[in-house]
């Protein structure tokens, strides 16, 4: 079985073998630049790491479409720094920035159909499994977007609003690296659907994770500039959960943040982080993690694997959930 910072060798030289030198350079320079910068490569990893608990083949066949989902996930990052107007990405200008928007918006169309070419080289007895679970989740994944979009027209969103948006956005994505890892891995039905709800679970963990560091993370380790989300009135986890508590001078406090073009950054970044504090999201933020991440385990625990396919699970958990950046 391959170890973490083998799995993370291929994916690295897998990234970098794809040939993004090609003519119009305009269009695949983004992309290059994009992938070079880096990331946590946690979708490929995740796939290629679900495979080997059931093949020590690893070929084209697993390794292209785990690249696959790692240029689909930077095609929903490019479009995604669009819509949320956002300058740096892992401490890099974004396209959008470096370039324009509009060669962004024509990299990322690219990345996506590239994404699916990739995803393509599964073995042909599995082509159409793994290709359905990704077209399904490609479709999810424009869906929560489209969830996160209307919520910022929205004055006030539920918790269970902002799980439905991020299990669409985030977490389907990563499930289905699992479930496609399996897949192609040889493992039952059973077994695959398990996994991808093991990693849906992690999924969402994660993503509240990412709004905690989002607002209190430091910038030098993160990769973007702290309170990004807090400067746009971007429903995180924290946000709605402060909707839901904040009563009386608490309530006026929060309203009086929220009016975003009224209030300097110098000002409402430390003043929205007091309050996330005062109303105990920013702790809670971290049980949620937490009882998500049991969730998980307790879904793994059933689905009948063996003693060192479980510690390489947990240990690919514990590196997602346990971080600063």
Same mark, same amino acid.
């Given at each position: 079985?391959?170890?973490?910072?083998?799995?993370?060798?291929?994916?690295? %030289?897998?990234?970098?073998?794809?040939?993004?030198?090609?003519?119009?350079?305009?269009?695949?320079?983004?992309?290059?630049?994009?992938?070079?910068?880096?990331?946590?490569?946690?979708? @490929?990893?995740?796939?290629?790491?679900?495979?080997?608990?059931?093949?020590?083949?690893?070929?084209?066949?697993?390794?292209? @479409?785990?690249?696959?989902?790692?240029?689909?996930?930077?095609?929903?990052?490019?479009?995604?720094?669009?819509?949320?107007?956002?300058?740096?990405?892992?401490?890099? @200008?974004?396209?959008?920035?470096?370039?324009? %928007?509009?060669?962004?918006?024509?990299?990322?169309?690219?990345?996506?159909?590239?994404?699916?070419?990739?995803?393509?080289?599964?073995?042909?007895?599995?082509?159409?499994?793994?290709?359905?679970?990704?077209?399904?989740?490609?479709?999810?994944?424009?869906?929560?977007?489209?969830?996160?979009?209307?919520? +910022?027209?929205? @004055?006030?969103?539920?918790?269970?609003?902002?799980?439905?948006?991020?299990?669409?956005?985030?977490?389907?994505?990563?499930?289905?690296?699992?479930?496609?890892?399996?897949?192609?891995?040889?493992?039952?039905? +059973?077994?695959?659907?398990?996994?991808?709800?093991?990693?849906?679970?992690?999924?969402?963990?994660?993503?509240? !994770?990412?709004?905690?560091?989002?607002?209190?993370?430091?910038?030098?380790?993160?990769?973007?500039?702290?309170?990004?989300?807090?400067?746009?009135?971007?429903?995180?986890?924290?946000?709605?959960?402060?909707?839901? %508590?904040?009563?009386?001078?608490?309530?006026? *406090?929060?309203?009086?943040?929220?009016?975003?073009?009224?209030?300097?950054?110098?000002? !409402?970044?430390?003043?929205?982080?007091?309050?996330?504090?005062?109303?105990?999201?920013?702790?809670?933020?971290?049980?949620?993690?937490?009882?998500?991440? !049991? +969730?998980?385990?307790?879904?793994?625990?059933?689905?009948?694997?063996?003693?060192? *396919?479980?510690?390489?699970?947990?240990?690919?958990?514990?590196?997602?959930?346990?971080?600063?950046?």
């Amino acid at each position: 079985m391959l170890s973490p910072s083998e799995i993370e060798n291929v994916v690295e %030289r897998g990234l970098m073998s794809l040939d993004w030198k090609i003519p119009p350079e305009e269009l695949y320079e983004p992309i290059e630049y994009l992938i070079s910068i880096g990331g946590k490569r946690l979708r @490929p990893k995740l796939a290629i790491l679900c495979c080997n608990l059931f093949s020590d083949n690893l070929d084209k066949s697993i390794i292209y @479409p785990a690249l696959g989902l790692e240029v689909f996930h930077g095609f929903t990052l490019i479009h995604d720094d669009i819509m949320d107007g956002a300058d740096m990405r892992r401490n890099q @200008p974004t396209v959008h920035k470096k370039w324009d %928007r509009n060669i962004a918006i024509l990299s990322g169309d690219v990345m996506c159909i590239k994404s699916y070419q990739l995803i393509a080289q599964a073995p042909e007895s599995k082509l159409k499994e793994v290709l359905d679970v990704f077209s399904e989740t490609a479709s999810k994944v424009c869906e929560g977007q489209q969830y996160d979009m209307n919520f +910022e027209e929205e @004055p006030f969103i539920t918790i269970e609003d902002y799980m439905q948006m991020i299990g669409l956005k985030t977490a389907v994505l990563i499930a289905c690296s699992a479930k496609i890892g399996a897949i192609i891995g040889g493992a039952s039905r +059973e077994i695959s659907d398990a996994l991808y709800n093991y990693a849906y679970k992690l999924g969402l963990a994660f993503q509240i !994770k990412d709004d905690l560091l989002d607002s209190f993370g430091d910038t030098a380790i993160f990769g973007k500039n702290i309170g990004g989300d807090i400067m746009s009135n971007k429903k995180t986890w924290l946000l709605a959960e402060s909707m839901k %508590r904040a009563v009386g001078e608490d309530k006026k *406090e929060l309203d009086r943040l929220l009016k975003v073009s009224e209030i300097k950054r110098e000002e !409402k970044i430390p003043a929205m982080q007091a309050l996330f504090t005062k109303l105990g999201v920013k702790d809670d933020a971290d049980f949620a993690v937490e009882a998500l991440h !049991k +969730e998980a385990s307790g879904i793994l625990q059933k689905a009948g694997l063996g003693k060192n *396919e479980m510690n390489q699970l947990s240990d690919f958990a514990n590196t997602l959930l346990n971080r600063e950046r």
